[in-house]
Nanobody
Framework: QVQLVESGGGLVQAGGSLRLSCVVSGSIDSFNTMAWYRQYPGKQRVLVAEVTRGGHINYVDSVKGRFTISRDNAKNAVYLQMDSLKPEDTAVYYC?????????????WGQGTQVTVSS
């Protein structure tokens, strides 16, 4: 059973930093893409950043220059370094991984971690 376990959320003042971690069971190299999403109350999850197995990275415009996603195959983990945090970054953050097998994508989600940025 594939599991993704996030950690690193918490309460921080505006302008501060947090680092989210997502550790996967098994080999992270089996995942074609890893990503971080966030969800505001009453809203759908939205993509924040993603990184492919080949190292291609994509960010949503609102976090460019402030957030950094990285992937550590040796530790089977993906990270989201969040700097210059703003109150509007307050959300539940989820780790997502996709494995493509025989052309079929399988999506896995972590349990989520709360990030709260105070003004």
């Amino acid at each position: 059973q594939v599991q993704l376990v996030e950690s690193g959320g918490g309460l921080v003042q505006a302008g501060g930093s947090l680092r989210l971690s997502c550790v996967v069971s098994g080999s992270i190299d089996s995942f074609n893409t890893m990503a971080w999403y966030r969800q505001y109350p009453g809203k759908q999850r939205v993509l924040v950043a993603e990184v492919t197995r080949g190292g291609h990275i994509n960010y949503v415009d609102s976090v460019k220059g402030r957030f950094t996603i990285s992937r550590d195959n040796a530790k089977n983990a993906v990270y989201l370094q969040m700097d210059s945090l703003k109150p509007e970054d307050t959300a539940v953050y989820y780790c997502r991984g996709i494995i493509i097998t025989a052309g079929i994508p399988y999506t896995y989600w972590g349990q989520g971690t709360q990030v709260t940025v105070s003004s």
